[in-house]
């Protein structure tokens, strides 16, 4: 096992030295077409979103500087901006695994992923965003992200969501990591509940204090998830569930934020119910070339189980994840440093690991991936070889 691991270890040294002897490359996917600009003006790398990324989606995906008549069809009617263009995209993710306790050691998981996307202008500070999963694991997800966005409601900061998003978006964006391995404090559910931070339906408001550099998000969703494309799974109970969070910027490098959520559910057979509480801290601390984020969460389900004689169960968890940009947002390679831990009093949902991974941009739009977890809580390994697309 020993050695396994550190030849995983020296190939990702090799693959970081291999990434200091190549030169700089530009490519056009996705919104860039409509505004002929490079994908790092939103992207560094893809698909991990820059501060003027979060602006341009935040403004209904509009650049309003550079709109102009001609890139909508209004057929002289006022009330109508249909754009000139369909704005669609794609991205392909193919992976290569190594997976010490995985039923098949070795996995061509190609592809990983296939998305069609799209995004743009619906109306005057309206904007749209889907996209639909053709592939996951082998298996059609249908749509995932789909929303309308309504920026500057009443020509003041306010923004409103209404379709599908994840909850977790506020904090760390989940579609927009870049690593395989996934944000587990986030998809977690204990017992036999279905409340997670993934996706859901609802709504979602924000509204930004410029004078304090303060934000403010609420959510109010269905609290059951989206569930798969051959199901049906719009609210199956009369309660919706809450979140908050706000976040405070300290100059131009550091933001501290708080969450909060409150939710219920209900078990069709017996009537009874689990009441499920989050409450945590984050932070992140952007340097430049160092970047670092960190989420801790405290979960209590009164009755995770839904059983008559109900009992608490009580979970915590931690992100900690640092991106190294040797260039800043104009690297060609991002190394990065993943911790996951949760524990909890339902031991079936404990879990820890360590992972180490470098990325490397083939293209602006095409980026290479070496990836290796530890999984700590069962003493196992995994490998991932690998790209991630967009085009």
Not at 161 to 168: D, E, I, K, N
Not at 265 to 286: M, Q
Not at 365 to 374: G, H, M, S
Request: glycine share 10%.
């Amino acid at each position: 096992m020993f050695n396994k691991t550190l030849v995983l270890s020296l190939v990702l040294v090799a693959f970081t030295l291999m990434a200091l002897w190549t030169t700089t490359a530009d490519a056009i996917p996705a919104f860039a077409r409509k505004y002929k600009i490079s994908c790092t003006t939103c992207h560094a790398p893809i698909p991990k979103l820059k501060p003027y990324g979060l602006e341009f989606a935040g403004n209904g995906f509009v650049i309003p500087e550079d709109e102009s008549e001609r890139d909508y069809v209004s057929a002289g009617d006022p009330l109508l901006w249909l754009n000139r263009d369909f704005p669609i995209a794609a991205r392909f993710d193919a992976y290569g695994l190594y997976n010490s306790e995985g039923s098949v050691e070795k996995d061509f998981q190609v592809p990983w992923g296939v998305k069609l996307l799209s995004g743009g202008v619906l109306y005057k500070n309206i904007g749209y965003y889907f996209y639909f999963y053709l592939s996951e694991e082998g298996k059609v997800a249908g749509l995932e992200d789909a929303y309308l966005h309504f920026n500057n409601i009443f020509k003041t900061n306010l923004d409103l969501m209404v379709g599908q998003f994840q909850t977790s978006d506020p904090l760390m964006k989940r579609e927009l990591r870049l690593t395989f391995q996934d944000y587990i404090l986030y998809t977690r559910t204990i017992g036999d509940s279905r409340i997670d931070l993934t996706y859901d339906r609802g709504i979602m408001m924000t509204y930004g204090i410029e004078k304090t550099g303060t934000d403010l998000v609420g959510l109010v969703v269905n609290g059951n998830g989206i569930g798969a494309a051959d199901e049906e799974q719009f609210d199956d109970d009369n309660t919706k569930n809450f979140a908050a969070r706000v976040a405070q910027g300290i100059g131009d490098m550091i933001t501290v934020g708080g969450f909060y959520y409150w939710g219920k559910e209900k078990y069709e057979v017996n009537g009874s119910r689990n009441r499920v509480y989050y409450v945590g801290p984050d932070v992140n601390v952007n340097l430049g070339i160092l970047e670092f984020t960190g989420q801790y969460l405290w979960r209590e389900d009164s009755n995770p189980f839904f059983l008559i004689n109900a009992r608490k169960r009580k979970s915590n968890g931690l992100i900690g994840e640092l991106i190294y940009a040797p260039q800043r947002d104009r690297s060609r390679y991002y190394l990065i440093g993943l911790y996951n831990w949760f524990d909890s009093e339902v031991d079936s949902a404990d879990y820890e690991s360590i992972t180490l991974g470098g990325t490397y941009l083939l293209a602006r739009n095409l980026r290479l991936v070496l990836e290796y977890t530890r999984d700590i809580q069962y003493k196992a390994n995994r490998a991932v070889l690998g790209f991630v697309s967009a085009f």
